[in-house]
């Protein structure tokens, strides 16, 4: 009897144990009613703050995109462009387009040579890589339809902050320096960001607040057709780029259908095209979806041969199929159907990787940068925004207005220069996404709101190039799947393949050395070189009891707030 009771006893010690030692979730920021994750605590504190006054959702957009043209110059913008994806608390769902556009002088050929050779560097650096800006008549236009508060009320603190400054974060100090030779090359005259600025240094953008002056008391048309705009015209043609003031005045922000589709329990909504995000996320989604990945564990061999496998194909037909809708005819419900993505699917083995030489686009009868930045919010009332927005490169086009104090995308790039060319991401262009005038670039952004059974779940998006897609399903799958916390989604390392190159490019010692012997046995190349970081994820989970909890990424200075 003894001996039955110590051996009962000894297994309560060892389950007590286990109990003990078994790893807690970390979560991160917890707030009860609303919250905004932006890349500098600046923007979402001034986004909270619009909430707090009472403003909604697109309120809080127009005050944090604004703030972190100011907060975060790098990415944030008013002379980029993005997109916003919604939900409203009566489950309406909808998406607007603010990319930037070609200029009405641009032609096919504009970036290639005599011997039709890709010009480097002329759909990068300078003017002619700069597109029609979009980011002031996008957040406008979100404001027209369902803001509630006065813009002038909005855009109050963000002329603020730029007026006090901006303290410099370690990462901030790093970022310019990397960049300064770039600011050399292409500005005429010395710029504000040439001097040598340190962490903790604040800087002023007086500039940009007079400029925010100005559109805070004349309205968009500021930008697209006043004093702003005349500014903005002579400084482009002074430094020999083709952008004119018929060019600004024509441009306007496109309401689209957003990507809808279903994933186990879950209700996916993402950007539409000219974003290729969500067209990408439903056939990767859609491939992976008949496999037990949370039977073979978060980021084990198996899981990431599945989900590269998918990528692939998805990235192959990103290349061949899409563009901006205005101009070419998407195969849209067949690229996003489950019966056709599964055909695509049929020759993967776990055996063996697929090579990447052996995958084209699908047979159908009938681009961008580490340096974007995402934004996600929730307001009190329930009502859901993910936005995601860029000048493309670090520091756009490295063209630099001191008149009116903000960067030039260059967006440009993001178009197919040269069919079977990679832009600086990498990414294989078609003739679908070839320059036209006033024609939208293609992207990978990816705005993405989830609902699960029917409610607000989650809100996610993220920067990195042609790894936002992919950092985007990574995120939900780690929630869905792994049943991580927010915090955890967002920090987990991750993985990325884009069809071409063919490598599986992974966060350096985020993997184990067996799951990498065990993918190159496989056949798969592998690239942790040229990967130090992939995305920098801001997301909002609802948790059951109807909290929210922040995912603020690790990778950058990415802040959550809320109330």
Not at 428 to 439: D, F, H, L, S, T
Not at 515 to 534: A, F, M, R, W
Request: with cysteine; aromatic share 8%; glycine share 8%.
């Amino acid at each position: 009897m003894k001996k039955t009771i110590l051996l009962f006893t000894l297994s309560l010690v060892l389950i007590n144990c286990k109990t003990a030692v078994k790893k807690e979730k970390t979560i991160g920021l917890v707030t009860q009613k609303a919250m905004v994750v932006s890349a500098r605590e600046e923007a979402s504190k001034i986004g909270t703050d619009i909430l707090k006054k009472g403003g909604n959702a697109f309120d809080a957009m127009v005050a944090t995109e604004l703030a972190l043209a100011v907060a975060f110059p790098y990415a944030g913008n008013i002379g980029g462009g993005g997109f916003m994806v919604y939900r409203k608390n009566d489950g309406e769902i909808g998406a607007l387009d603010y990319r930037e556009k070609a200029p009405l002088a641009s032609s096919k050929d504009m970036f290639l040579d005599t011997d039709r050779n890709v010009i480097k560097g002329k759909s990068t650096f300078g003017s002619m890589a700069v597109g029609i800006p979009g980011t002031v008549a996008g957040v406008f236009e979100a404001h027209r339809k369902f803001g509630t508060l006065p813009m002038e009320e909005i855009l109050q603190p963000v002329i603020e902050l730029a007026k006090r400054g901006v303290i410099v974060t370690k990462k901030q100090e790093k970022r310019i320096q990397n960049f300064q030779s770039g600011f050399l090359k292409v500005n005429k005259d010395s710029i504000l960001f040439n001097k040598n600025w340190k962490e903790n240094d604040t800087i002023k953008y007086n500039a940009l607040a007079a400029t925010l002056t100005r559109i805070q008391k004349n309205g968009s048309d500021e930008f697209y057709k006043g004093e702003t705009a005349e500014k903005l015209v002579s400084f482009i043609q002074a430094n020999g780029g083709i952008m004119t003031l018929e060019d600004l005045a024509k441009y306007k922000a496109k309401w689209r259908t957003p990507i809808t589709f279903n994933y186990d329990d879950l209700r996916i909504i993402s950007m539409s095209p000219p974003s290729s995000g969500g067209i990408c996320l439903a056939q990767i989604m859609n491939a992976i979806e008949p496999y037990d990945l949370d039977k073979f564990g978060h980021n084990s061999t198996k899981a990431i041969q599945v989900i590269t496998e998918a990528e692939r194909r998805a990235y192959a037909d990103r290349s061949f199929f899409l563009g901006d809708p205005d101009f070419v005819k998407i195969p849209l419900k067949t690229l996003i159907s489950k019966e056709y993505i599964a055909g695509r699917m049929n020759d993967f083995s776990f055996d063996k990787a697929t090579k990447s030489e052996d995958v084209s686009h699908g047979s159908i009868k009938m681009t961008e940068s580490d340096e974007t930045t995402h934004y996600s919010i929730v307001d009190q009332f329930g009502n859901a925004i993910s936005a995601t927005t860029t000048i493309n490169a670090g520091y756009g086009s490295k063209l630099y207005s001191s008149e009116l104090g903000f960067f030039l995308n260059n967006e440009m790039d993001d178009f197919s220069s040269k069919t079977g060319v990679p832009n600086m991401f990498g990414l294989i262009g078609a003739k679908a996404n070839e320059i036209a005038p006033e024609k939208r670039m293609l992207s990978s952004m990816t705005p993405t709101i989830v609902e699960k059974n029917g409610q607000l779940f989650m809100v996610v998006g993220t920067p990195g190039g042609s790894t936002i897609i992919t950092s985007v399903l990574q995120t939900i799958l780690n929630v869905h799947e792994y049943k991580m916390s927010m915090k955890e989604a967002v920090n987990a390392s991750r993985f990325h393949h884009q069809w071409l190159p063919d490598n599986i490019k992974m966060e350096p010692d985020g993997f184990s050395t067996e799951i990498k012997t065990n993918l190159k046995n496989l056949g798969y190349n592998l690239d942790e070189t040229n990967s130090p970081v992939i995305g920098k994820v801001a997301a909002i989970l609802v948790l059951p009891n109807g909290k929210l909890e922040g995912g603020a990424d690790k990778r950058g200075d990415d802040a959550a707030v809320g109330f």
